[in-house]
């Protein structure tokens, strides 16, 4: 297969192009696109064989459920059986943006997007191309990110290529996605709020709404969020994590005495490193980019400082806590 690369204003996206896009949804094919997040690789979530074609190309296991993405709020109940009160409230605070909601699921959801279970994720993008997208399928769209599974997410239409080339129909080229990291996940099925993955919207932005967030699953069995799995977000060289600057330097130093080839990624750090910034949003719309980076630089190791341990940065130390997991 050959995939075809459009370019698209991320603002104003040609109507031609989201309509030549809009089709091959309907088709049963895919189309990788951005969103505020990550790029994500969509299907028509209400078509079993084109979900299944997700996780062919993905390799991604049948037991990591996908979210579905609707164009506006109001569409919300063509996929979920129920919506809760306390959805409602989040909504409206939160979407479009990168929040996503886990409901009751419509039969008509197939089992392939839910991992079998009940409930769906589901959430209303803020990019005008994935927006403009989806009301150009005129259905719902099943979407993890747009890369192969466990490794590195894509924030550029490079990054899509370098994983899923050949694999897939189309690929919507808005640039960078100004969010960089995935969206927040929380379950609204218990009558409360469950936080299942950390993004974009903190647990604070939460509460200020909601009252309390639970964190973590509620042992129920079936996953009922994606980007759960102990491996995930991984780049090809080993990623090692260091308690703070100066056990970065200790651990780089330490490499390099190995003979081991290293950067290191953090604030102000001695040795040869990537500075990144210290504003998490800013870290967080840089991260996966300067891991795909780095990860062309044939490196033998990437050492990471980890940031803060605050609500600010708890998205951003998760996603490197699972991208050490794979070394």
């Excluded at 104003?12 to 790029?39: K, M, N, Q, W």
């Excluded at 466990?150 to 080229?173: I, Q």
């Excluded at 939460?206 to 509620?218: R, S, T």
């Excluded at 977000?233 to 330097?249: H, S």
């Amino acid at each position: 297969m050959n995939t075809l690369v459009l370019s698209v204003d991320p603002s104003h996206p040609d109507p031609g192009a989201i309509g030549r896009a809009g089709d091959v949804i309907r088709a049963g094919g895919l189309v990788a696109f951005p969103t505020e997040t990550v790029y994500g690789l969509g299907a028509n979530a209400l078509d079993p064989a084109a979900v299944g074609r997700i996780f062919g190309a993905k390799g991604r296991p049948a037991t990591n459920p996908v979210i579905v993405h609707v164009a506006d709020p109001g569409q919300v109940l063509n996929v979920a059986a129920a919506w809760p009160a306390i959805a409602a409230e989040l909504a409206e605070r939160f979407w479009p943006g990168p929040l996503t909601l886990v409901v009751p699921k419509r039969p008509e959801v197939p089992a392939a997007v839910t991992a079998g279970g009940p409930t769906v994720a589901v959430r209303c993008p803020a990019h005008p191309v994935a927006r403009a997208l989806i009301r150009a399928a005129g259905v719902p769209v099943a979407a993890p990110s747009a890369n192969r599974s466990t490794e590195l997410s894509p924030t550029r239409a490079e990054h899509v290529l370098k994983g899923l080339n050949g694999r897939v129909e189309l690929v919507l080229d808005g640039g960078p996605c100004p969010g960089g990291i995935e969206s927040t996940v929380v379950d609204v099925t218990g009558g409360g709020a469950r936080l299942l993955r950390p993004g974009p919207i903190t647990v604070p932005m939460l509460e200020e709404v909601v009252g309390h967030v639970e964190a973590g699953a509620a042992g129920e069995g079936v996953a009922r969020s994606p980007g759960r799995m102990e491996k995930h977000y991984c780049p090809q060289t080993p990623v090692v994590l260091a308690a703070g600057a100066a056990d970065a330097d200790r651990v780089h130093a330490e490499f390099r005495r190995s003979g081991l080839r290293v950067i290191s990624v953090g604030f102000d750090l001695r040795f040869d490193y990537r500075p990144m910034a210290e504003d998490p949003a800013v870290y967080a719309a840089d991260l996966y980019a300067v891991l795909h980076a780095l990860d062309d630089g044939r490196y033998d190791r990437i050492v990471v400082e980890l940031p803060p341990d605050t609500p600010a940065w708890a998205a951003i130390r998760d996603r490197l806590t699972r991208a050490a997991a794979g070394r």
